[in-house]
């Protein structure tokens, strides 16, 4: 593996899996591996779980970490092609690049949509650059597209505690107060659907997710009968994708809170969110609280998926 951005890098999933829980029985197994190799964490945006779980991810590895916040300290960066650059952005980022790309050996990118342009956003222009340009082997802490490495630690919880060979499982639209990107949905979508594994999206009109991303998913506007049976439920927000609404807020109807009335119509269905999450606007205390939320142990495997991801960038280049 060269680089990791999307479901598609990761091949047999099955593989990938068996990969996560072997290093789960023993996180230290690898621990010489990344001797003298250094990870530089680059973050355009805000993050605590990213942050953390990537730096631990490393350390079990052996590797010496660097992290830069783009947004506190360095330069600000132009990342527009032939500008003038008499602004207030002393540095393009095609030469910010290659130099950061020349102090490491590995480079994590987070780099969120900005939702100026659809077309901007859905090329990846940021992360893309970082392939391109820096030399190094590149992975995705959450890009504006897609975010794998949560939608990898999504699916080693799902096969933790799931009950059933095929479990159903529900990604359902929630309301939020501010609007958000579309890569965690995109990419649960896509590493769901990869699983093979029954998957209903549920959201209100006006929400549909690009349909590269949704696959053969059923699309259930009534969020009620998207919930009869379901064995896993997962809550996320998401700012509309058709233009000519892109990255705008279409609802904020809390009858689409997760609640315990909700719950109560699956079948024992554990209750899962990537965090940060907004309490009783995505889902209520008393669901987060209770005994079938399995939140916290989905952020604790964010090391896992992070390890094996970085085990194979340092194992294949
Ligand atoms: N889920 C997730 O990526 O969390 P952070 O934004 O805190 O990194």
Redesign the pocket.
């Known amino acids: 593996m060269r680089n990791f951005t999307s479901v598609h890098d990761i091949g047999n999933i099955d593989a990938a899996l068996k990969e996560a829980f072997d290093l789960k029985k023993d996180v230290f197994k690898y621990s010489d591996l990344g001797k003298n190799r250094t990870l530089l964490a680059i973050f355009f ?9 990537t730096q631990k991810a490393a350390l079990n590895l052996g590797m010496n970490v660097i992290v830069l916040d783009m947004n506190q300290g360095a330069w600000k960066l132009e990342t527009g092609q032939g500008v003038i650059m008499d602004g207030d952005k002393p540095e393009h980022i095609l030469e910010a690049i290659p130099v950061m790309g020349s102090y490491c050996d590995i480079i994590g990118v ?1 780099s969120f949509a900005q939702f100026e342009s659809r077309q901007d956003d859905y090329e990846e222009k940021i992360l893309n650059q970082f392939i391109r340009y820096s030399g190094k082997p590149v992975f995705s ?2 890009a504006a597209t897609r ?1 794998p ?2 939608s990898f630690a999504d699916l080693i919880t799902i096969e933790e505690y799931k009950k059933t060979a095929r479990p159903k499982i529900v990604m359902t639209w929630a309301p939020h107060p501010r609007a958000l990107p579309q890569a ?1 949905p995109n990419s649960f979508a896509e590493w769901i659907n990869a699983s093979g594994y029954e998957f209903v999206i549920s959201h209100p009109e006006g929400y549909e997710l690009d349909s590269r991303f949704v696959g053969d998913a059923k699309i259930e506007y009534n969020q009620d009968k998207a919930f009869e049976g379901a064995n896993f439920i997962y809550a996320k927000n998401w700012a509309a994708y058709a233009e000519p609404d892109y990255g705008r807020i279409l609802s904020r109807d809390r009858a689409w809170t997760v609640d315990a009335r909700k719950m109560a119509l699956t079948d024992n269905a554990c209750f899962m969110h ?3 999450v907004r309490r009783n606007m995505i889902v209520t205390d008393e669901v987060i609280e209770s005994p079938q939320s399995i939140v916290i142990p989905e ?1 604790a495997n ?1 090391v896992i998926s992070a390890q094996v991801v970085l085990k194979r960038l340092l194992t294949d280049n």
């Open positions: 945006n805000s993050s605590l779980r990213t942050r953390l779980s987070r802490m959450e975010h490495l949560q965690v990537c965090l940060p952020a964010r």
